[in-house]
């Protein structure tokens, strides 16, 4: 039986030179969570040693290159965006990147701000990856995360009977609270349009993302697919695609 994370590194590798080109939300909840950081920290941004669990492309990345860190690890499973990260941010000193499992390899300890955005929804045991996060982190240091959760794309699971599984955000809140001092959470809710629904699914495709959980497509069920997604959820704007996620952010007890 093939690993659904070497099968999931190998998707997001093919993708990482087209990531950016589709990946809005993701982008925005990049900038929303790094407003967090800036708000939680308050300034006191001096000599931080910061850890990006699922860096990608790199998007939250260079934000976080902007508090000037004394250190930035970024780790990532696919070999492909962790290249893709390094041509974008270059050749800062600061900066170590690595291949990783952030949910269950042991990481580095001693940060003051462990950050996780758009990628901890593939966890497949996100309470254990949660704590493995907090335990990068020092005493009172801060941790935020991003996490896509149920609702996102419900309109293809409606459709094809099949879709990426997602944690509720009451979940996601939970084990932030039972893990953490002083949470904050916020919640994001984003509809995007796309020309027809082969559009749509080329988008997600080039994100790394099949939106059905990995099912393979026959010529016939995806002229059945179109057809009805585009009957169903069809507006002004073309079809359109639901996406809601959760901010959790909090300090190391």
Aim: one cysteine or more.
């Amino acid at each position: 039986m093939r690993d659904p994370k070497s099968m999931r590194a190998r998707r997001f590798s093919r993708a990482a030179a087209t990531y950016d080109q589709g990946a809005a939300v993701q982008a925005e909840a990049a900038r929303m969570l790094f407003e967090m950081f800036k708000e939680r920290l308050n300034g006191n941004c001096s000599g931080l040693r910061i850890l990006e669990a699922g860096c990608g492309t790199g998007t939250l990345s260079k934000m976080l290159l902007e508090l000037a860190p004394a250190r930035l690890e970024l780790f990532d499973l696919s070999e492909g965006m962790l290249e893709r990260c390094r041509e974008r941010l270059g050749g800062d000193p600061a900066i170590h990147l690595a291949v990783a499992d952030c949910e269950r390899d042991p990481l580095p300890g001693g940060f003051d701000l462990v950050a996780s955005s758009s990628a901890m929804q593939w966890f497949e045991d996100f309470q254990r990856g949660f704590i493995n996060l907090r335990a990068a982190l020092k005493p009172n240091g801060l941790i935020g995360i991003f996490v896509f959760t149920e609702g996102t794309f419900e309109e293809i699971r409606e459709v094809s009977g099949d879709g990426i599984s997602y944690r509720t955000a009451a979940e996601v809140e939970e084990i932030a609270r039972r893990a953490l001092a002083d949470v904050q959470v916020r919640k994001l809710e984003r509809t995007t349009h796309y020309k027809d629904p082969l559009s749509m699914l080329k988008n997600l495709r080039g994100c790394g993302v099949s939106g059905t959980g990995g099912r393979a497509w026959t010529r016939g069920r995806l002229k059945a697919f179109s057809e009805e997604y585009a009957r169903r959820f069809s507006d002004e704007d073309g079809v359109r695609l639901s996406w809601r996620g959760i901010f959790a952010a909090g300090r190391a007890p």
